[in-house]
């Protein structure tokens, strides 16, 4: 397997090397690719170092699989390119993910839609990824109406610059800002940009993705995202409201047997989801299960993950697995 990873230098091109190695990934020929600034520069991985390439040089190489973690500009000028080239290419932008032509996959859900034709596929939005996890076991048991989802996101969703700048407000230096406001002691209801609608782009990506990812819009989603200063990992308040009724335990029984999700909770002993303990992991943590006491059929649940790892290098390796695994590239 000749494989490239586009946007190497960055925050989730590093993990998706770190990734990559760890699950022993059968690499035969890598290529780390960035933007021209940072060709030249050497990473390492496996104990090799390798030089940085630029895109077309990548393109030209014909590697069997591009994980592109770049941004949605380079993803929408560069993916068709190596398509193309008979590349396939598994995106983490948002660039593709709405596009009806295009699968947007979560591996434990739905990738057996995948085909040897699909050249570009979507990585989903790291909130959203976490969410379905959860969700998937239990709209199939009882039915998905509605969910209504707050989110407590890290600055590592933002990036370098986010990192820095809490950094610089904790060390009392004044530098760049990534955010309008101060992150430090704050939190802002304000995820990407804001839409016309009075959302911002974030929330509207947990609204529209869960839907395509599911195939099913009978079921509606309403968001507030929100940045919170934690360095790392994603966590939701998420309400659930279903056709059918549940107990807590078939509940509990449903996301214990599901691949991927770990349930931590028990109040008596204080153990709950947090971002703290969902570092450097791959798995999805629930946590906080309880019924909404205010209308039937309803269920309250906490979900955390790493958002660098699931919610974006691990599902994209985990899709990379699956391509490879059913002769699929």
Not at 31 to 42: N, P, Y
Request: with cysteine.
């Amino acid at each position: 397997m000749k494989i490239a990873v586009v946007g190497a230098t960055g925050m989730v091109g590093e993990v998706m090397l770190k990734v990559l190695a760890e699950r022993n990934f059968p690499i035969t020929e890598l290529l780390v690719v960035a933007s021209e600034r940072s060709v030249g520069k050497e990473l390492s991985f496996k104990g090799q170092t390798y030089k940085v390439i630029g895109l077309a040089d990548a393109v030209a190489e014909k590697p069997d699989i591009a994980i592109f973690s770049a941004g949605g500009g380079t993803s929408l000028e560069w993916a068709p390119k190596f398509a193309d080239a008979g590349v396939t290419v598994i995106d983490n932008s948002s660039a593709w993910r709405m596009d009806p032509t295009k699968k947007l996959v979560v591996p434990e859900i739905n990738a057996n839609e995948l085909t040897p034709e699909d050249k570009i596929i979507a990585n989903p939005n790291c909130s959203t990824i976490q969410m379905v996890m959860a969700l998937a076991p239990l709209h199939k048991a009882y039915k998905m109406k509605r969910v209504v989802v707050s989110t407590y996101q890290s600055i590592s969703g933002t990036g370098v610059k986010a990192v820095k700048q809490l950094e610089n407000e904790l060390a009392g230096v004044e530098g760049e800002m990534a955010y309008p406001y101060p992150i430090n002691r704050n939190a802002l209801p304000h995820c990407d940009v804001f839409e016309e609608n009075g959302y911002t782009k974030e929330e509207m990506k947990l609204a529209r993705e869960p839907q395509k990812i599911f195939g099913d819009h009978s079921f509606a989603v309403s968001a507030t995202a929100v940045r919170i200063p934690t360095s790392g990992g994603h966590s939701e308040a998420v309400n659930v409201q279903f056709e059918n009724d549940f107990t807590l335990a078939d509940i509990r029984r449903l996301l214990n047997d599901t691949p991927g999700v770990v349930v931590q909770d028990n109040p008596d002993t204080n153990t709950y989801p947090m971002p703290i303990y969902a570092h450097d992991k791959d798995e999805v943590f629930v946590g906080r299960i309880r019924r909404d006491e205010s209308q039937p059929n309803t269920l309250n649940m906490w979900i955390v993950a790493d958002n660098l790892r699931k919610g974006a290098a691990t599902n994209a390796v985990q899709i990379a697995e699956y391509l490879v695994k059913n002769n699929l590239v």
